[in-house]
């Protein structure tokens, strides 16, 4: 019997010849990326090694990564002193995979994995977070997982009692409409499959349309699989997983690519076809509550997040500035931008798209999560609405339980921006 | 079965943003979490830090899809500390993975319908709303995950993995350096094998030349290719080798290697060195029914520091006047030796460190609370070796400190070594320095049957070697004579350190059975039995056992 590409990776990284969906595996772990919550790993870690005898190891400080995204720069002497507790490790430790708070090299988790080319098809990749699945666009088994799971990863290099999911098969065939994006067709799965469609479940994307989308819109795929429940997404690697390797990424080994067998066994197959496909925006305060613009075209919004793991890339904000240039942000309307890495922050300042931006009345942040988890910056007031990039809106998302968070791709945010109220790309304004 | 109350209704996909609101994330600490549960919900929020729910009583009933979202541990350590009970419809994976992780109740109950102040009685395979009377069929969990819940969560269930030395986790096929060394090593060795093999144990063997015959004509008992190829395995099964003093070894060298300054050196010794092997341990137990036990209900763990001590082999035949020198301006003591010449005494020297002392400590403790022992005695003579076991036993204290459930005392060597043949049964887990440990390994051995049984384990943090005690015997090399249990015991205690605890178990189980009923028992025993026919009537006991059969342990 054939296996899909979950079922695949597992089996080669718990040494088996097969695996099946139900069988529980205990994966050899090619990458544990940890972020800020890497200080509770810490702990958990220290707990596990105390009163056994023997000295805390990590059982292999290069296939470690850290990255601090969440609270950057700190926003009180809680976070800074978790960082400071997380240096000081990833320093006795050796960790090399470190990225601080720093403007050439920092970002978000997601983000810097990809383009430091940490992550290779057929890995398996564990990460404190749970839109680690991001990196199924590279044809890795990648899952999140809580802090103890981590502390144990960290211990004994494999993932324990690992559940082999049943996977999911989406194919999507044609081309996006004008301004329509991968952020709007993995809103579109949402909503067909609900937010626990795909719990324990993992979901491998197919079809021309997969074929033809760069890295980045895989990884919006990938990393929004996470919303409908999935334990992972995946898109089998191609020529553009290698050439976005290579050139991106600057990896000069060999990469080798994998695929699900032919005759792989499907949980169920959905199939889409692009050219039906228009814009979407997920409603309060669940990400499965999907409606088309055209059904809440209108709705007046106080604060755009253009940003996050999902669109904080530099194709997303090369189309807001598309958008923007030249025009303004609505009055009473506050636009935050977060690239998703110092990579792409200084790339869009060098083509010109932050000074467009920031013209057009939009705030530039630093690199990071920002607003999207309601940590610090743009904490939102009761009452109040946002429309963003980013991947959640339960209640409570964005710092205030008496506010609202619609989600929607780059380019309708960008058209919003401009009006104030949730307005459809390419309408005249 | 116990009876809660339902004290919060939610709705579905309740996400982990409701639970743990997201501003809290800095807050990591078990400890600390709770005070932020369900911090948006104002009513809730309130009477749970108001103490106004029921104490361990409290279910929060919940929809599908509870705890969604984010991977964050707090959302689950929050509730924890209040003692909640979840009942959900079903539960988002990671969320029900933190929970089993942490050991968080969450009882999966896909139809289940019940109110706020319902009363619920929650068996293993049901529900009882006891308000409406209605059941309702709860969804077991996967058995993989139960063992980690059963194992009191993933830090007792990993700390347990690393306890039994693997590191590396379980694998399909293991990789054993195969040493049987010289004279009776290979045929025990063998006799080992054929019980690995029939219980199904998956591994290579790759074989590794140790012993008399490669000093002989290799100049080395352990050849750098035997290093090698222990750098590449999950452990080692050695059996034995022989050896003798210098001058004779030099005598037994191949023409060609004679009076090149060749000087041999115990290979056991050195993988002991090389390999930073620090436990020497000792298992004693009398098997019930073998005729060699000193009284029955023997069962002693030995745990012998390996690697320092007086087998420093920091020695000096004939002293230095240089280091005499010295000693006599240190030590008041060295006075009546000082005027000596240096051929006329001679000096080996006492090692102890803090690191070494406190590691096999460490060791010895970590193995009583696994195997739930209850006293570690450590073995010295600190009244008059002050300064080398006056430190040993104070690291020992120290690390007694820490597992307060075991008792913890010490005694003279000499002292023990009288106790243990009046009342062995009053000892449980012993821990010493390299001459004591080894000094009370032997007798401990031979209360309970001798040579025969008597097995060890090499153990470092990467690598263990695992052998029968007994040397080469070479007058019986060859004859099929020999009792091969020692070796068939040191294989199961490496099955264990691999993780591998139930084939262990099964091991153990077949030995004792073939002691027990006494029909099969070398010559050893007072029987007549060849090595082979020992062997098989082990592959026979392991393959009537019953299934998932333990044998009886301390405190079990």
């Known amino acids: 019997m054939g296996m899909t590409l979950a079922e695949k990776i597992l089996a080669r990284a718990s040494g088996r010849s097969s695996v099946k969906p139900g069988d529980v595996v205990e994966p050899q772990v090619d990458l544990a990326m940890s972020h800020e919550n890497a200080a509770l790993v810490i702990n958990q870690f220290h707990e596990i090694w105390k009163g056994t005898g023997k000295e805390a190891r990590v059982w292999d400080p290069e296939r470690i990564a850290i990255i601090f995204d969440h609270r950057v720069p700190a926003e009180s002497a809680k976070t800074a002193t978790n960082q400071k507790t997380v240096r000081e490790f990833v320093k006795a430790k050796g960790i090399q995979k470190f990225h601080d708070i720093r403007g050439d090299r920092g970002g978000i988790c997601h983000q810097v994995l990809a383009e430091s080319g940490y992550v290779r098809p057929g890995y398996v990749v564990a990460g404190t977070d749970s839109h680690t699945t991001t990196h199924g666009a590279f044809g890795a088994f990648a899952w999140g997982i809580g802090a103890t799971e981590m502390a144990s990863v960290w211990a004994l290099g494999a993932a324990l009692a690992v559940e082999v999911p049943s996977t999911i098969k989406v194919t999507v065939r044609g081309s996006f409409l004008d301004y329509v994006s991968p952020k709007d067709l993995i809103l579109f799965i949402i909503k067909l499959l609900t937010a626990e469609g795909a719990n324990f479940k993992a979901l491998e994307f197919h079809g021309e349309a997969i074929r033809a989308m760069p890295t980045s819109g895989r990884m919006v795929l990938c990393n929004m699989a996470a919303e409908a429940g999935a334990t992972v997404g995946l898109v089998p690697p191609d020529e553009e997983t290698t050439a976005y390797l290579h050139d991106t990424a600057k990896v000069s080994e060999r990469i080798d690519l994998l695929s699900p067998?032919?005759?792989?066994?499907?949980?169920?197959?959905?199939?889409?076809?692009?050219?039906?496909?228009?814009?979407?925006?997920?409603?309060?305060?669940?990400?499965?509550?999907?409606?088309?613009?055209?059904?809440?075209?209108?709705?007046?919004?106080?604060q755009i997040v253009l940003g996050s793991c999902t669109n904080g890339r530099l194709d997303d904000i090369a189309v807001a500035a598309g958008i923007l240039r030249g025009k303004r942000v609505a009055d009473g309307v506050r636009m935050l931008v977060f690239p998703a890495s110092a990579k792409v922050y200084q790339e869009a300042m060098e083509r010109g798209y932050l000074g467009i931006l920031a013209k057009a009345g939009a705030v530039v942040m630093n690199p990071g999560c920002g607003p999207c988890l309601g940590v610090h910056q743009g904490a939102l007031g009761d009452g109040e609405v946002a429309l963003s990039t980013t991947n959640r809106n339960f209640k409570g998302r964005m710092g205030n339980p008496n506010s609202e968070v619609y989600l929607c791709s780059p380019a309708v945010a960008a058209a919003s921006a401009i009006t104030g109220v949730i307005t459809m790309p390419g309408r005249k304004v | 079965m116990s009876t809660k109350q339902v004290v919060l209704k939610l709705g579905d996909d309740v996400s982990t943003d409701v639970i743990y609101p997201g501003r809290f994330m800095a807050t990591i600490l078990p400890a600390e979490t709770p005070q932020h549960a369900f911090a948006d919900d104002t009513d809730f929020h309130s009477r749970l830090t108001g103490g106004m729910i029921p104490k361990e009583r409290a279910v929060i009933l919940a929809g599908n899809n509870f705890g969604c979202g984010s991977s964050r541990e707090q959302a689950v350590s929050c509730l924890q500390g209040h003692k909640l009970t979840v009942v959900a419809k079903s539960v988002a994976r990671i969320f029900l993975k933190n929970a089993i992780n942490l050991g968080l109740p969450v009882v999966i109950c896909p139809t289940i319908g019940a109110n706020d102040g319902d009363d619920l009685d929650i068996h293993e395979t049901k529900v009882v709303n006891v308000s409406t009377g209605r059941e309702y069929a709860t969804q077991p969990l996967p058995e993989a995950q139960k063992a980690i819940m059963e194992a009191g969560g993933l830090i007792a269930f990993t700390r347990d993995r690393l306890m039994k030395g693997s590191a590396k986790p379980r694998r399909s096929k293991y990789r054993i350096g195969w040493l049987p060394g010289d004279g009776i090593g290979t045929e025990v060795c063998d006799a080992a094998r054929r019980v690995l093999d029939a219980i199904g144990f998956e591994a290579e063997y790759p074989h590794g030349d140790i012993g008399w015959e490669c000093w002989r004509a290799e100049g080395d008992a352990l050849p750098e290719r035997t290093i090698e190829l222990l750098k590449n395995v999950d452990a080692a099964l050695f059996g034995a080798i022989t050896s003798k003093p210098v001058k004779a070894a030099e005598a037994e060298l191949s023409p060609g290697l004679k009076g090149k300054g060749l000087v041999y050196r115990s290979p056991i010794v050195r993988m002991r060195q090389l390999f930073d092997l620090y436990v020497c341990l000792r298992p004693c137990k009398a098997y019930p029914g073998n005729p060699g036990n000193y009284k029955d209900g023997i069962d002693l763990t030995v745990f012998r520091e390996n690697t320092e001590d007086l087998y420093a082999g920091v020695e000096f035949s004939p002293v230095p006047d240089e280091?005499?020198?010295?000693?006599?301006?240190?030590?008041?003591?060295?006075?009546?030796?000082?005027?000596?010449?240096?051929?006329?005494?001679?000096?080996?020297?006492?090692?102890?460190?803090?690191?070494?002392?406190?590691?096999?400590?460490?060791?010895?403790?970590?193995?009583?609370?696994?195997?739930?022992?209850?006293?570690?005695?450590?073995?010295?003579?600190?009244?008059?070796?002050?300064?080398?076991?006056?430190?040993?036993?104070?690291?020992?204290?120290?690390?007694?400190?820490?597992?307060?459930?075991?008792?913890?005392?010490?005694?003279?060597?000499?002292?023990?070594?009288?106790?243990?043949?009046?009342?062995?049964?009053?000892?449980?887990?012993?821990?010493?320095?390299?001459?004591?440990?080894?000094?009370?390994?032997?007798?401990?051995?031979?209360?309970?049957?001798?040579?025969?049984?008597?097995?060890?384990?090499?153990?470092?943090?990467?690598?263990?070697?695992?052998?029968?005690?007994?040397?080469?015997?070479?007058?019986?090399?060859?004859?099929?004579?020999?009792?091969?249990?020692?070796?068939?015991?040191?294989?199961?205690?490496?099955?264990?350190?691999?993780?591998?605890?139930?084939?262990?178990?099964?091991?153990?189980?077949?030995?004792?059975?073939?002691?027990?009923?006494?029909?099969?028992?070398?010559?050893?025993?007072?029987?007549?039995?060849?090595?082979?026919?020992?062997?098989?009537?082990?592959?026979?006991?392991?393959?009537?056992?019953?299934?998932?059969?333990?044998?009886?342990?301390?405190?079990?």
Request: glycine share 8%.
């Open chain 1, 261 to 302: 067998d032919a005759d792989a066994v499907y949980d169920r197959t959905i199939e889409i076809d692009l050219s039906e496909l228009t814009f979407q925006v997920s409603c309060p305060h669940s990400v499965d509550a999907v409606k088309c613009v055209g059904d809440i075209e209108g709705k007046a919004i106080h």
């Open chain 2, 323 to 556: 280091l005499s020198t010295v000693l006599a301006k240190h030590s008041k003591n060295f006075a009546p030796f000082k005027d000596l010449s240096g051929d006329a005494y001679a000096i080996s020297c006492k090692i102890n460190t803090k690191k070494g002392s406190e590691r096999i400590a460490r060791a010895a403790f970590a193995h009583a609370r696994m195997h739930k022992r209850k006293k570690v005695t450590a073995v010295d003579k600190a009244n008059v070796v002050r300064a080398t076991d006056g430190l040993f036993l104070e690291m020992a204290q120290a690390v007694a400190k820490e597992y307060p459930e075991i008792v913890f005392d010490n005694a003279n060597i000499d002292a023990i070594c009288m106790w243990l043949l009046k009342n062995p049964l009053n000892f449980d887990v012993l821990v010493a320095p390299n001459l004591y440990g080894d000094i009370i390994s032997d007798l401990c051995a031979q209360m309970v049957g001798g040579l025969g049984f008597a097995c060890s384990g090499n153990i470092g943090e990467r690598l263990a070697v695992f052998e029968p005690t007994h040397g080469s015997a070479p007058k019986y090399a060859g004859m099929n004579k020999v009792n091969p249990i020692a070796t068939i015991l040191a294989a199961k205690m490496m099955l264990e350190w691999l993780g591998e605890t139930q084939k262990a178990a099964d091991i153990e189980g077949a030995v004792a059975k073939v002691i027990r009923e006494g029909v099969v028992r070398t010559y050893d025993m007072g029987g007549a039995a060849p090595t082979t026919d020992m062997a098989e009537a082990v592959v026979r006991a392991l393959a009537e056992r019953p299934r998932g059969q333990q044998p009886c342990r301390k405190g079990s």
